[in-house]
């Protein structure tokens, strides 16, 4: 048996998730419920529950505030958020999974089995944070999940990013590479205007490494660190008008 306490200042959201948790998991008992930082706070004192359901914005501060009250916690955290953009954003970046209200059983269940195997790390709440504290900024930082670790990369760091089937390299400035199991498309979708520019089927790089554009061979570019990068034909123009424009 796990037992879950939720933390939400909106008395209808509390009971629309407990009721759904109560319906979709025999193996979970609510122990507690808070509508704020404060109340939240004197119920982890007495509790330490194996999942804490949290919403971001609360009455009287955040979720972040309420985190860092305990940094020891050894609760699994499931992040529960409205639909503001900047807040989506912020999680992506983070590689944190969350909740969108009004919450769909289907991912409450997703969500849910996926907490039971890892915790929230430090080093993507840290992103979180970050990214959500300065909405219009474009983020600095990055949140990469690989089998062996979590790793916390510099996106001015990034030289550029590679398609493997349905997965993605990412080589930094370093020389390190990093393979991450999700595609190229989404991490085009979350640099989107940012300094990268997708060149190629395969090819999504950082122009701030470009070092210059070779006509022969059909076109490539040619990175600061030294990689040759192809450039597709229907690629070629757009190209050949940015590198006009740096």
């Known amino acids: 048996m796990l037992t879950a306490v939720l933390v939400d200042d909106m008395p209808q959201a509390l009971q629309v998730l407990e009721n759904d948790l109560s319906e979709l998991f025999s193996d979970i008992k609510i122990i507690g419920k808070a509508d ?3 109340s ?5 004192r007495q509790e330490q529950p194996d999942l804490l359901f949290l919403d971001i914005m ?21 992040f529960v958020t409205a639909s503001e953009e900047h807040a989506l954003k912020a999680f992506r970046f983070a590689a944190i999974d969350y909740l969108l209200k009004p919450i769909n059983p289907d991912d409450l269940k997703a969500a ?24 219009d900024a474009a983020p600095t930082r990055i949140s ?27 080589i930094l400035n370093s020389g390190e590479k990093i393979f991450v199991t999700k595609t190229l498309k989404q991490y085009e979708t979350m640099f989107s205007g940012m300094q990268f520019v997708r060149v190629h089927q395969s090819h999504f790089i950082n122009t ?25 034909v229907r690629k070629k123009s757009q190209v050949i008008e940015l590198l006009d424009r740096l």
């Not at 701030?208 to 597709?232: A, T």
Request: net charge positive; glycine share 6%; charged share 25%.
């Open 36 to 38: 704020g930082v404060v």
């Open 40 to 44: 939240a706070a004197k119920l982890l």
């Open 58 to 78: 609360l009455g009287d501060g955040t979720g972040f505030d309420l985190l860092e009250i305990f940094p020891n916690l050894n609760s699994k955290v499931i």
């Open 112 to 135: 849910v089995n996926r907490a039971k195997d890892r915790m929230v790390s430090k080093e993507s709440l840290s992103v979180l944070k970050e990214t959500m504290k300065h909405p």
């Open 144 to 170: 990469l999940h690989t089998q062996e670790k979590i790793a916390v990369v510099e996106i001015a760091e990034i030289v550029r990013l590679e398609s493997l089937s349905n997965n993605t390299r990412f």
């Open 208 to 232: 701030n490494y470009i070092h210059e554009y070779v006509r022969k061979e059909g076109g490539y570019l040619k990175m600061k660190n030294g990689d040759h990068i192809p450039v597709s």
